[in-house]
């Protein structure tokens, strides 16, 4: 009963970050907070919820020390969690009203909430060493609020290689990840049509690079003037946010204190919040890098200074370059250890880049061009499907073809995933293995007749819609034998 009373703002969603390890005692709770959407919510009830949030999470661990709560589903709410680091946790408040009935997959929710704080490591470093850096925590709130508005706000509706961007904020409603979503994967990196012997293993840092390149450095994402406009010249006005008290608002006296304590923390320390994620801030130059006047301009030099990166491991240090020529976009990550001079010294290794590697970075280009098929280039007639291969590399159907598939079709395959995901979790708690692969098959008549089909096998997981309706369960179980024979070296079939 007490999960329903929780108050949600008009959104539908609320979004909160908090340290377990701050605002533990009376008076200083408030320190505690990091983050909160909607921001212009009281105190008063962003404190609730973090309380009802930190209650569950303490609850859950007398049961399961080591694997706190990930999901409470209230009557009106669901409550999604991710420790996104050692007692900082990330909770999302999704209120089920109206269409949300037909529900956000909960592991779609948590992986929103992972992305989030992949791309936010992935240019400030993580966030207990912001802490630990400045304690007071107005450090890190002066970064959280921009980054996460920016994220909310700036993801764009596209279609880029099969991989689909949700945009999180239209005005001021929010559209989430939902049932339509059901065949495809976020967190992963989708391949192209190449041998899979030439990929190399994905990891953490390729998939918050994968992430960002879509979102602002594919030619895609690039404004559409962006050639004419001269980098070298771009000064960095405006890449300071304003002051936390006009980006949230409150009605008390207290509210208004507490924030612009923060914001003058900033402006005392003179630290010029960066915010990656704003759109229409990467351009290319005429040698084909792209450079962005977020992160300022070199003082020597006046050109722009490039970005750096945090690796998630070892956090290192590493300059993010980035090439295009044509829709070839390649990332060249250089230890920041190994430059000498800044960016002059960098200068002089993208020189030396052109100069040995652009006549293969052109081969390259063709090749894939030639190569990929272009939107459609996953498409198997007779089939919508999705391949998720060890959950970090994955290919599917066109979202085009997707949209031809009928709404009983989507709920059931939602639902099927969500049971696939239960029996995952099952497996790796009843298992004393690190990563248990477990054979699972499923088919599901949909209430329209078609079938839907999950597969998991070797650490692989194929989900398949088939929505002929005078199909058999013979000829359906068929067909994924046929698709996983030609398609998939033949790990899903059951022989």
């Not at 912001?130 to 609020?145: F, N, P, Q, V």
């Not at 008390?252 to 010029?272: G, P």
């Not at 070797?458 to 024979?485: C, H, I, P, Q």
Request: charged share 25%; with cysteine; glycine share 6%.
């Amino acid at each position: 009963m007490g999960l329903a009373s929780v108050n949600t703002a008009s959104e539908g969603m609320q979004l909160c970050i908090f340290d377990l390890r701050r605002g533990q005692q009376e008076g200083q709770e408030l320190d505690k907070i990091l983050f909160f959407f909607p921001a212009d919510l009281p105190f008063a009830t962003q404190l609730s919820v973090i309380g009802l949030s930190e209650g569950l999470i303490t609850f859950t661990r007398i049961f399961s020390p080591d694997a706190a709560c990930e999901v409470i589903e209230a009557e009106r709410h669901s409550h999604v969690f991710y420790e996104a680091e050692s007692d900082i946790w990330m909770v999302m408040v999704v209120d089920k009203s109206k269409e949300s009935k037909a529900a956000c997959q909960v592991d779609a929710l948590r992986k929103v909430l992972k992305e989030v704080h992949s791309l936010f490591v992935l240019f400030h470093g993580t966030m207990r060493s912001m802490l630990e850096k400045e304690t007071s925590g107005g450090l890190i709130r002066s970064h959280l609020y921009p980054f996460i508005t920016d994220y909310l706000s700036a993801y764009q509706k596209q279609s880029l290689l099969c991989n689909c961007c949700w945009d999180f904020l239209i005005g001021r409603k929010l559209q989430l990840p939902s049932f339509h979503d059901c065949l495809m994967e976020r967190g992963t990196v989708q391949m192209l049509t190449v041998g899979r012997e030439a990929a190399i293993e994905v990891q953490d840092d390729t998939i918050s690079l994968f992430t960002y390149a879509v979102l602002r450095l594919t030619p895609h994402a690039l404004s559409s003037g962006a050639t004419s406009w001269s980098y070298l010249q771009r000064t960095n006005a405006g890449s300071q946010v304003p002051a936390l008290s006009t980006i949230t608002n409150s009605g008390s006296v207290s509210d208004n204190i507490y924030r612009s304590r923060d914001a003058s923390l900033d402006q005392e320390n003179n630290c010029q919040v960066k915010r990656p994620l704003h759109h229409n801030r990467w351009f290319r130059g005429n040698d084909g890098f792209l450079a962005s006047d977020i992160w300022g301009t070199d003082n020597g030099s006046q050109t722009s200074v490039t970005p750096i990166v945090y690796l998630q491991l070892t956090e290192e240090r590493m300059y993010l370059c980035a090439y295009q020529h044509k829709s070839l976009t390649i990332i060249l990550l250089v230890p920041v250890s190994s430059i000498l001079n800044g960016e002059q010294g960098l200068s002089l290794v993208k020189q030396q880049v052109l100069e040995n590697a652009s006549l293969k970075m052109l081969m390259v280009e063709e090749k894939l061009s030639k190569g990929w098929g272009g939107e459609n280039a996953y498409h198997v007639s007779g089939y919508r499907y999705l391949l998720v291969d060890d959950e970090r590399v994955s290919r599917a159907s066109p979202p085009a073809k997707v949209m031809t598939l009928a709404k009983e079709s989507l709920l059931a395959l939602s639902k099927l995933r969500e049971e696939v995901n239960l029996e995952k979790k099952r497996a790796k708690c009843s298992s004393s293995e690190v990563n248990c692969d477990k054979e699972l098959e499923i088919c599901v008549r949909a209430k329209n007749g078609a079938w839907v089909i999950a597969r998991t096998s070797r650490g692989k997981e194929l989900y398949m819609v088939l929505e002929k309706a005078s199909e058999t369960l013979l000829y359906a179980a068929d067909s994924v034998e046929k698709f996983s024979n030609r398609y998939c070296s033949g790990v899903f079939s059951l022989d």
